[in-house]
């Protein structure tokens, strides 16, 4: 489960999480994201995307994800922090339904995930090509 995943599902502030994530060395900022640090916690790895951008440009970027039977182990202790603002501040809620707005959670996320795998199909494709126009 990537951290933004588990951050929204638990209603985590995001500034407050990730910043403890840097504080206690479980995850590092580098220009293509973040990744594990020197004190993450027994199941937390590296995710590498590779995608390409407007020009054909390979970019990777990376997002920390934890195995899920390792998540409680990472919730239970932020949750037993003393940090100010830990949780997010409950979202307004619209004329709509909280049925509505967990579907359309759920839309996005499909969504999300098959834009993923395009973008990864269309990398292997571009790479094909590359492959052919060289021979």
């Keep these: 489960m990537k951290l933004h995943e588990i951050k929204k599902a638990h209603g985590f502030n995001q500034k407050t999480f990730y910043g ?3 504080e206690t060395g479980m995850i590092v900022k580098e220009a293509s994201g973040y990744v594990i640090g020197p004190n993450a916690l027994e199941g937390m790895f590296t995710l ?8 054909g440009e390979l970019l990777t ?4 994800a ?3 039977d390792n998540v409680f182990r990472l919730v239970e ?9 830990r949780y997010a501040s ?7 339904g909280s049925a509505d707005i967990s579907q359309t959670e ?4 499909e969504a999300l995930l098959r834009i993923s795998i395009l973008e990864n199909q269309v990398l292997i494709l571009t790479k094909q090509l590359e492959m ?3 021979v």
């Design 61 to 64: 970027r990376t997002q920390v």
């Design 77 to 85: 202790k932020y949750e037993q922090t003393d940090l100010p603002k």
């Design 132 to 134: 052919v126009m060289t």
């Design 106 to 109: 759920k839309d996005m996320a």
């Design 48 to 55: 590498h995307t590779k995608s390409a951008n407007q020009d």
């Design 66 to 68: 934890v195995e899920d």
């Design 90 to 96: 409950k979202p307004k809620t619209s004329n709509h």
């Design 20 to 22: 403890w994530l840097r």
